[in-house]
């Protein structure tokens, strides 16, 4: 069902336009040159059909590998192997590299010369933002394409193809099951047309709407790429953010148990720190950033037992957003004005006026730090924030008598 040539493929319009980057390198533009390029976007979008027909249009040879089994020795043959072929034959190389988000900086710092020197072109695939899973001196080197999840309808559009294209013989697939198995693979095409499949394989002339459900329930419970990878994240942080320990255990087994990868789990824990837990408990989000740290020292299965004591913390710990909320205000605020000038007092050239507080005895002295108007940051009165906001209501009696 992979796509032959650019016509065929479904979806990722924005990306693959006339004129785009992307498309002038599967069309073989003579004029394009071939980058490196990095693909993300969510499971079953289109990455691996995409690089497959960036290859197909080079007279190169396409190697692939996936960063879940590779290791830097597999990376090394395929270095050593293109040079010998560049050397000998003039023939240029490309490396898919599948998951690249699950090689560690180092494994991803192997690639780095060979990439930098055009010796290996790198296609690389990831479902998590680059910014985070990938080392920024890779990916300065790439092409950063973002891929959409596909609609219902493109969904649909593949699995018709797919019923088009197969060898059932006589043997049909109604049109609420089509519909229903494009709605539930949520932009999933993989995911789609593993459950036409399944379904197909117990139907006995037309796979039904019932059949079609019969499948999707024999599905995995967890699928670190699939999604139940979104929905299990998504109880998961609210089941912390509800304070409700259990059910985020649960949920955090239920991720751990399914593969998902134990650097994204932290990271949605420090995030979870800041965003939630927030100056209701300054240590929340130190703990976080240890617990991530632990992470990466020493990988799993020991890093279970982290993830749970920071999640137990976390679901544990008094709850307050005021700090997300005030860096939200401030920044609606910048937006929605012309930006005021710094006073003239707290310049770092030619000021005039200022006030240093350690001269005073209290630590505090009245004087003007901006132009705002309102107040940005109100503190709750949930475990540590109420201790800070005591200490605001003592700092405006002192600036106020």
């Known amino acids: 069902m992979r796509p032959t040539s650019l016509e065929e493929v479904v979806g990722q319009s924005r990306i693959t336009k006339a004129g785009s980057a992307l498309n002038r390198l599967i069309s073989g533009d003579p004029s394009a040159t071939l980058s490196s390029v990095i693909l993300w976007g969510p499971p079953g979008s289109g990455k691996t059909s995409l690089a497959r027909l960036i290859s197909q249009k080079r007279d190169a040879n396409f190697v692939e590998l996936s960063a879940i089994s590779a290791t830097v020795a597999n990376v090394r043959d395929v270095i050593d192997s293109a040079k010998k072929l560049l050397e000998v034959y ?6 898919f590299l599948d998951e690249i988000h699950r090689f560690s900086k180092s494994q991803q710092d192997s ?14 695939a990831t479902t998590e933002n680059p910014s985070f899973s990938i080392i920024k001196p890779l990916v300065s080197r790439c092409l950063v394409l973002k891929l959409d999840p596909l609609s219902q309808d493109e969904i649909a559009t593949l699995l018709n193809r797919a019923v088009a294209r197969s060898d059932w013989g006589d043997k049909q697939v109604a049109g609420e099951a089509i519909e229903y198995l494009s709605k539930i693979s949520s932009g999933d095409a993989r995911r789609a047309l593993t459950l036409l499949e399944a ?12 059949e079609a459900k019969a499948a999707s329930e024999l599905a995995i419970a967890y699928d670190a790429t699939g999604d139940a990878h ?3 994240i998504s109880a998961f942080i609210k089941s912390v953010r ?3 320990v259990d059910s985020a255990i649960h949920y955090l087994a239920r991720m751990i148990a399914g593969g998902e990868d134990p650097r994204f789990i932290a990271r949605r824990l420090m995030i979870l720190a800041a965003e ?15 617990g991530a740290d632990i992470i990466e020292r020493i990988g799993m299965p020991e890093g279970r037992i982290p993830l749970a004591e920071v999640t137990i913390y976390l679901a544990t710990a008094p709850k307050s957003n005021r700090a997300y909320l005030a ?6 605020d910048l937006e929605s004005r012309p930006v005021p000038p710094v006073p003239a007092p707290l310049r770092s050239s030619g000021a005039v006026g200022y006030a240093y507080p350690h001269d005073d005895p209290r630590g505090i002295v009245r004087q003007k730090y901006s132009e705002l108007s309102e107040k940005l940051y109100e503190p709750s009165n949930h475990g540590f924030e109420k201790t800070i906001a005591e200490r605001l209501r003592a700092i405006g009696e002192i600036l106020e008598g």
């Not at 690639?111 to 690389?124: F, M, P």
């Not at 379904?199 to 019932?210: E, F, W």
């Not at 939630?276 to 950033?289: E, F, T, Y």
């Not at 860096?327 to 609606?332: D, E, M, V, W, Y």
Request: net charge negative; no cysteine; glycine share 6%.
């Open 90 to 95: 003039d023939r240029p190389t490309i490396l």
């Open 111 to 124: 690639l780095l010369a060979a990439v930098e020197s055009g010796l290996v072109t790198l296609i690389a």
């Open 199 to 210: 379904a197909a394989a117990q139907a006995l002339d037309v796979v039904t709407l019932d």
């Open 230 to 232: 979104y929905d299990t």
């Open 242 to 244: 509800g304070s409700d």
């Open 276 to 290: 939630d837990v927030g100056l209701a408990d300054p240590n929340a989000l130190v703990i976080a950033s240890a």
């Open 327 to 332: 860096i939200n205000k401030a920044l609606a």
